[in-house]
Nanobody, 115 residues
Framework: QVQLVESGGGLVQAGGSLRLSCTAS????????MAWYRQAPGKQREFVAA???????NYADTVKGRFTVSGDNAKNTVYLQMNSLKPEDTAVYYC?????????WGQGTQVTVSS
């Protein structure tokens, strides 16, 4: 079991930036994949970005070039740097871990982008 705690959400104007953090209860180098998902009101949860334990990253087309996922092993933390935010980025953002096929989710953090 991996406990995940997200932070860093908030209200920002379009074009602004936010950095989300996800701190894990285990060293992230022991976790196969750490990922970010988001869920907007009335919509399904969707993939945003992922970082595996080899340092490879993957992004949804909708955020490519604007969002960056990174990790700090010393802090057991994964970050999602979000730049050039758009109103359509408004959602609850969730951190996810995949360790040997076992999935865990954080509680989510709200990101609201005003136009």
């Amino acid at each position: 079991q991996v406990q995940l705690v997200e932070s860093g959400g908030g209200l920002v104007q379009a074009g602004g930036s936010l950095r989300l953090s996800c701190t894990a209860s285990r060293t992230i180098s022991s976790i196969n994949v750490m990922a970010w998902y988001r869920q907007a009101p009335g919509k399904q949860r969707e993939f945003v970005a992922a970082l595996n334990n080899l340092g490879s990253t993957n992004y949804a087309d909708t955020v490519k070039g604007r969002f960056t996922v990174s990790g700090d092993n010393a802090k057991n933390t994964v970050y999602l740097q979000m730049n050039s935010l758009k109103p359509e980025d408004t959602a609850v953002y969730y951190c996810n871990s995949n360790k040997g096929g076992l999935l865990n989710w954080g509680q989510g953090t709200q990101v609201t982008v005003s136009s």
